[in-house]
């Protein structure tokens, strides 16, 4: 189980990934980003944004 520490407000996800906050509801919504709903809120582990980034880098060329 995270700490209360690792977890990060939409608007953090989306300024670590230079995305818009958009963006990270999209994949928060289509199952691409492990998020927790707090209230009416949403909240992600610093753990699932690496984990996201890593299963999504490409070999270009």
Same mark, same amino acid.
Request: charged fraction near 20%; aromatic fraction near 10%; avoid cysteine.
């Given at each position: 189980? =995270? +700490?209360? %520490? !690792? &977890?990060?407000?939409?608007? !953090?996800?989306?300024?670590?990934? *230079?995305? +818009?906050?958009?963006?990270? @509801? *999209?994949?928060?919504? $289509? %199952?691409?980003? !492990?998020?927790?709903?707090? $209230? *009416?809120? &949403? ?7 690496? =984990? &996201?980034?890593?299963? +999504?880098? @490409?070999? =270009? $060329?």
């Amino acid at each position: 189980m =995270a +700490s209360a %520490g !690792e &977890f990060l407000t939409i608007a !953090e996800v989306a300024a670590q990934m *230079r995305v +818009s906050k958009m963006t990270v @509801y *999209r994949l928060v919504h $289509g %199952g691409d980003l !492990e998020a927790v709903r707090v $209230g *009416r809120s &949403f909240r992600v582990t610093q753990q699932a944004v690496d =984990a &996201f980034i890593d299963k +999504s880098f @490409y070999q =270009a $060329g």
